[in-house]
């Protein structure tokens, strides 16, 4: 054992075991509640771009009155409400209502596509969903492509859809003062259901407890959100739900940022003298190729953490030298077990994502023989934790194929630990892309581009990007010309995949013809070469 309380069991690498923060309530809804009555007048929200704020008080009543429009409208416990918008005041609303009621939410991303929000509505099937202005037209598209009868609520003004400022008027001041949460029978009952992607190019929902979230509240987490941290995850992201509750579990003010821009994020540090900040790598790799860094005064801050990816080792040293006050953690997490897994501390080795946290087990397995490895032995990692998630949603075969009998979560992560426990990520056995933080599938671009009757094979990886993490690039087969009328171009299956997939989904790589895909003797592609072929473009 080390002094962090680390230790190395047969093979097994476990965190500090660590009591969990007990509450008084078994639902996620019931202690969110409990905290906003508590401290009404406690500022709880502010907009980063307009500086309105919302008090406790304000979040209580208008979330309650949302969860009697709901209840009224007949959701019941365990049904799903989708969530799609940007960061705005009223968002979080709905989520605490839902919570209130027993039900379920799932927040989507608004940079869904249709197809997307089809194939996600098919898994959930929600009675209801609350979207913005921007993606309503686009998601009752979906809805009803999917003859799925849900009433819609836009955030705004769409002519056509409720409003969630009118629904919030039709209950009594009695009702809202009277109120109290729909009592569940466990704390293992599923609260909400995270999208993911997977190998095979399907997105999948993570249900996660209401113990899972809970659990995730200690200390470090306290820290950093009454520090009033700089935040721009989405809520369609684990760090902006962990944000989102954390925050009022905490009795702290969270604070809503416009979308990323460099200027903007330093000038709300300036302005706000803020000592806290989650950025993901590619945010931060935007920041140090910008002059943003010199132009303001950042000396209040003192935090910077990130995860999500790499963080590369030029970012880093740019970031120490320009921002040489604020000291810079990196993590490692995944949504399934519920968040995060390991941290750095200031003495973490370089390249490391640093030290298991507390309360979770990891163990090396050779991907081949299942072998269990030992200390600096690279193998797909497992995970146990606390914080894991109960299954996929509706999908119990993928979920047989993450979890096995004993418990263990196959990452799909390749890396190794070392003799102090600080782990090491070298490379992913999963398949997908990282573009900015997000998580692309190699496999929903390959059908898309398969489409086209000039492509014969086709085979997309990520290529190293220094500000976006990673571009999508399709090597193709074209299809023989004697085949076709003519043979296709690059535009056109850039232009294909631009005007059918979401905007992160675009070959930003470019496309390249080859003659034919290295493949196994099993005629599987060996994906392994193909980023070779493709870090060969991008130094050519």
Known sequence: MNDSGITIDNNILKGKVVPFTPFEYTSLGEVILAR????????????????????????????????????????????????????????????????????????????????????????????????????????????KETEIDMKVVVLGRV??????????????????????????????????????????????????????????????????????????????WITGIIFMVMTVIGNATRLLPPPFEEYTACALIEKLKLKSAFLGPSLLARLVKSDALKKYDLSSLKKITSGGSILSANTRESLNKMVPHASITVGYGMTEVGGLISVQTDNSKPGSCGSICDNYQLKVVDPDTDRVLGVHQLGELWFKSATMMNHYYNDPQATANAIDEEGWLHSGDLGYYDEDGEIFIVDRLKELIKYRCYHVSPADIENVLLSHP???????????????????????????????????????????????????????????????????????????????????????
């Not at 293992?188 to 899972?212: N, R």
């Not at 990520?462 to 009328?485: L, M, N, S």
Request: hydrophobic fraction near 40%; charged fraction near 25%.
């Open 36 to 143: 906003l009555k508590k401290n009404p007048e406690l500022v709880g929200q502010i907009d980063g771009t307009t500086g309105e704020e919302y008090t406790y008080d304000q979040m209580r009543d208008r979330s309650v009155r949302c969860a009697l429009w709901m209840r009224k409208q007949g959701l019941l416990p365990g049904d799903v409400v989708a969530i799609c918008s940007h960061n705005q005041l009223d968002l979080a609303l709905p989520c605490f209502a839902t919570l209130y009621l027993g039900a379920i939410f799932n927040p989507l991303d608004v940079g869904m596509s249709k197809s997307d929000f089809c194939h996600m509505l098919k898994i959930t099937t929600p009675k209801m969903a609350f979207v913005n202005e921007e993606v309503a037209t686009r998601f009752a598209e979906a809805a």
């Open 159 to 236: 002519p056509g859809f409720l409003e969630f400022e009118q629904i919030i008027t039709e209950q009594t001041v009695e009702e809202v003062q009277n109120y109290r949460c729909t009592p569940i029978k466990s704390s293992d009952e599923t609260a909400i259901i995270m999208c993911t992607s997977g190998t095979s190019g399907s997105s999948k929902g993570v249900a996660l407890s209401h113990a899972a979230i809970l659990k995730q509240y200690r200390p470090s987490v306290g820290a950093l959100i009454n520090d009033r941290a700089l935040v721009f995850s989405p809520l369609a």
């Open 454 to 540: 000039g492509v014969k094979e086709v085979a997309v990886v990520g290529v190293p990007h220094p500000v976006d993490d990673e571009h999508p690039i399709a090597f193709v087969v074209r299809t023989p010309a004697e085949i076709t009328d003519k043979q296709v171009t690059e535009e056109e299956l850039i232009d294909l995949v631009a005007t059918q997939m979401a905007d992160i989904k675009r070959l930003r790589g470019g496309v390249r013809f080859v003659d034919h895909l290295p493949k196994t003797p099993s005629n599987k592609v060996l994906r392994r070469e193909i980023r070779k072929m493709a870090i060969a473009v991008r130094t050519t």
